[in-house]
């Protein structure tokens, strides 16, 4: 256990980021319209293409990159600060979302030369998007039992298979799918590939799913028969899990594992002052405010593992399943606290917004693994396995 926990040493942003926070501040205090809180509490999967491109054209998407393919070679502790004020006010990000946290940051560190040439500078312009093609149909939350193939064939790779749960999908330009290239799901860890997959080419099939909110973040995918070139394949044939364990690491450590209630945690405080409730909540308002700077104090030890060039995988493994507890926790004390005086409710805006919360909730311990899959990393990480 002393391992872990010394793997998560107090680190502290770095004075060069109040100066950007203070510019990001400004831009988006310029730019976003003034939206109701249901809205603006869809952040992250709400798909705003002008959006992304005005971000891509301050370098602010792909911000980590390299400037020779059009980034702008911040660190990790800018691209926290960024992150975190976008999530702040509900911005909405989620076309560029998964191209600037995982699939960049991959094409970078895995790809070829030609591969990063052709999406990298696409990414940064927020010109193109892509989405994760990780989970399967029938799989639940164990990845390793993919069964999408790719089969090796005169001209590169034909792939048939399913992805589900994939973000955005129909509204993406690619997605990075994880399938098996060699041997059966019995095999689990080996014989796993990455592929770049066009979701223009023949033979793909992209539906969206409505969830229980009526919205249709999510999408289900089809492939059927679908040439993909040589170039299709990052890094090399069957490592694909140690390149999707590399991503996890950007997926479950960031701020949008601590932030997807804080729209709606805002708003009911900005609620409880201007009806003078604020005194009558002190306590829960402490906790929530001690919980999240606790969380947040955990996200950015790891963002300067991710800064010094690790993978944190384990330790982001944590963040990720405490966030995920606090980020339900905050539409449920809410309604409790609201519940409780029925005869006073507040306004409508602050009403739906608390709907919304609460029926994405449930997915919030879903997405990114599951809280079972997590629980298992940690326990191996602490030695229990």
């Not at 014989?191 to 009526?214: A, C, E, H, N, Y």
Request: aromatic share 8%; with cysteine; glycine share 10%.
């Amino acid at each position: 256990m002393a391992d872990l926990l010394d793997n998560l040493q107090l680190a502290s942003l770095p004075p060069h980021t109040e100066a950007f926070r203070r510019e990001v501040k400004h831009f988006l205090a310029q730019e976003l319209p003034p939206t109701p809180a249901d809205v603006r509490s869809r952040s992250w999967l709400a798909f705003d293409a002008e959006f992304s491109r005005k971000l891509g054209a301050r370098g602010w998407v792909g911000v980590t990159l390299p400037k020779q393919y059009g980034g702008a070679e911040l660190d990790a502790f800018s691209r926290f600060v960024l992150v975190e004020e976008l999530l702040a006010v509900g911005a909405p990000v989620g076309a560029h979302w998964i191209a600037d946290r995982q699939s960049g940051p991959l094409i970078l560190k895995f790809g070829s030369d030609a591969q990063k040439a052709r999406y990298l500078p696409g990414i940064c312009r927020g010109e193109i998007f892509f989405c994760i093609g990780m989970s399967e149909p029938n799989s639940g939350s164990d990845l390793a039992s993919v069964a999408s193939r790719a089969v090796r064939t005169d001209k590169g790779w034909r792939l048939n298979g399913r992805k589900i749960w994939t973000t955005n999908g129909h509204k993406c330009d690619y997605t990075i799918a994880l399938v098996r290239t060699s041997g059966s799901p019995a095999d689990r860890h080996a014989g796993l590939s990455q592929f770049v997959v066009d979701l223009k080419l023949p033979g793909v099939t992209v539906r969206p799913i409505v969830d229980l909110t009526g919205d249709a973040h999510f999408s289900e995918m089809f492939f059927d028969d679908v040439e993909l070139d040589p170039e299709a394949l990052i890094g090399n044939e069957g490592d694909g899990w140690k390149q999707v364990n590399a991503e996890l690491a950007f997926e479950r450590s960031g701020p949008e594992r601590l932030y997807s209630s804080i729209v709606l945690l805002d708003a009911w405080l900005g609620w409880l002052r201007e009806s003078a409730r604020f005194e009558q909540q002190l306590e829960t308002v402490g906790r929530f405010a001690a919980h999240l700077a606790t969380l947040r104090q955990l996200s950015v030890a790891i963002t300067a593992k991710l800064a010094a060039g690790e993978s944190p995988v384990v330790e982001a493994a944590l963040v990720k399943d405490l966030g995920t507890e606090f980020e339900q926790a905050v539409p449920a004390i809410i309604e409790a606290a609201i519940g409780a005086d029925p005869a006073d409710p507040p306004g409508e805006e602050l009403v739906r917004t608390l709907a919304y919360v609460s029926h994405m909730a449930p997915t919030f311990s879903l997405r990114g693994g599951t809280r079972e899959i997590l629980r298992g990393m940690i326990a191996r990480g602490l030695g229990l396995r």
